[in-house]
């Protein structure tokens, strides 16, 4: 029997390749036969993602995802490497933790401009028939957070949220291309971010965090194995949909 | 820094209205103090001085005196 859930000769862009749950996705998806396009502003933590990944067709970016003009060049040099691409994972992002009164517009503009706006470029671009294969599907990574609040975190929730928004319409309006859109909604993943985030918290808050996760904390390769199934073709009939993946943390 | 001009600003962080500060006043015995306020304090430590101060720092902080150590008696005059 043909192995829906395999990603076999797909080709497909990952951003924030260079840690945490881009990594992973880049790591798990190579094991399963995919060629990956790895994108991120971190050259060391790409090469070393690349490292770690199954040998075969891939291709690597140093490029900063914000600079949206430099985004469809980089497209068309790997589709004429590979052919045209299959899948997207948008993984790059950033945190901020910072109580409303702290925040900034430019903290506003700058967790938008990475966590969304980077993200819809290149769904843009590659939605593109040009550069995109018919049953091509688009993965975010949005999070729970998205979701739920927590304070401390207007920015942060919501750029998460608004991309949750946006991924809704853009899989209504590319259904007709045959390109699936989604996102995955994780809870707290143990990431170099989340490390920091920790670092920058008091400790009894991170217990009280701990508590509020059912599963504890996940590991990068939960995301990514819920990623390579929305990027598969055993998913080809869901589109619009947030996937939680939070360890039960929502549950309650 | 003016130590009176950080006194200032940490009760602005802080929205103290009543209460005087010095170096002496226990930051974790204000009413005001909490787990949030803390970020507030720290990104004020971070746009005034360019200094970051973590989470699991501050947990060492008792008087406003030991934040200033903290961020380095040469910053205030």
């Known amino acids: 029997m043909n192995n829906q859930f395999s990603l076999e000769n797909k080709n497909i862009i990952i951003t924030g390749a260079s840690s945490g749950i881009g990594r992973q996705c880049a790591i798990s998806c190579s094991q399963i036969g995919a060629n990956i396009i790895l994108v991120d502003i971190n050259k060391e933590g790409m090469d070393k993602t690349l490292s770690l990944m199954q040998t075969a067709n891939h291709v690597c970016f140093h490029k900063d995802i914000t600079k949206h003009d430099t985004i469809e060049t980089l497209i068309k040099i790997a589709t004429s490497k590979l052919g045209k691409i299959n899948g997207f994972v948008h993984s790059a992002g950033i945190e901020k933790t910072l109580p409303l009164k702290m925040m900034k517009p430019e903290i506003y503009r700058e967790l938008f401009d990475v966590n969304v706006i980077s993200g819809y470029e290149i769904a843009k671009i590659i939605s593109n028939k040009k550069y995109s294969n018919s049953g091509a599907s688009f993965v975010f990574i949005a999070s729970i957070m998205g979701i739920l609040g927590q304070s401390g975190k207007v920015g942060y929730c919501s750029s998460k949220s608004a991309l949750i928004g946006g991924m809704k319409a853009m899989a209504l309006e590319l259904a007709n291309k045959n390109i699936r859109v989604n996102c995955i909604s994780p809870a707290i993943v143990e990431t170099e971010m989340t490390k920091k985030l920790f670092e920058n918290i008091p400790i009894d808050s991170k217990k009280e965090i701990i508590k509020m996760h059912p599963l504890g904390f996940g590991k990068p390769e939960d995301v990514a194995n819920a990623c390579v199934y929305l990027l598969s073709d055993a998913s080809k009939w869901i589109t619009g949909s947030n996937l939680i993946v939070d360890g039960g943390y929502s549950a309650r | ?77």
Do not use: C, H, P
């Open chain 2, 1 to 77: 820094m003016k130590i009176d001009d950080f006194l200032y600003e940490l009760k602005e962080t802080l929205e103290i209205e009543d209460v005087e500060l010095n170096e002496e006043t226990n930051l974790k015995e204000l009413e005001e103090y909490d787990s949030l306020s803390v970020l507030s304090i720290i990104a004020m430590i971070d746009e005034n001085f360019g200094k970051r101060i973590s989470g699991q720092d501050f947990q060492s902080i008792t008087t406003i005196g030991s934040l200033m150590e903290l961020i380095g008696m040469e910053n205030f005059e």
